[in-house]
């Protein structure tokens, strides 16, 4: 039930849950407005700040780790040369 916060983006939605499937711990994550969660890597590199007091974590996942093939709003095409 811990708050969400990308390291660049802010808050992002809860921790649904904690898994473990034999390759170490990963947090299910509930994406706001949706009901797609993704898994984190519980490790200090994914998840640098856990802050129980204020029931929130920051997260920093790998690159690509929530990319489901669609662009973002942020995401636009590089404009390049055209040759």
Do not use: C, M, W
Request: proline residues 7%.
């Amino acid at each position: 039930g811990l708050h969400v916060e990308q390291k660049e983006l802010g808050p992002i939605g809860v921790v649904k849950a904690v898994q473990d499937y034999g390759a170490g711990d990963l947090l299910e994550i509930r994406l706001d407005d949706t009901n797609r969660t993704v898994f984190v890597p519980f490790t200090k590199d994914s998840v640098p700040e856990v802050n129980i007091k204020e029931g929130r974590i920051v997260i920093d996942p790998p690159a690509g780790l929530f990319d489901d093939g669609s662009k973002g709003p942020d995401e636009d095409e590089e404009e390049g040369d055209e040759q």
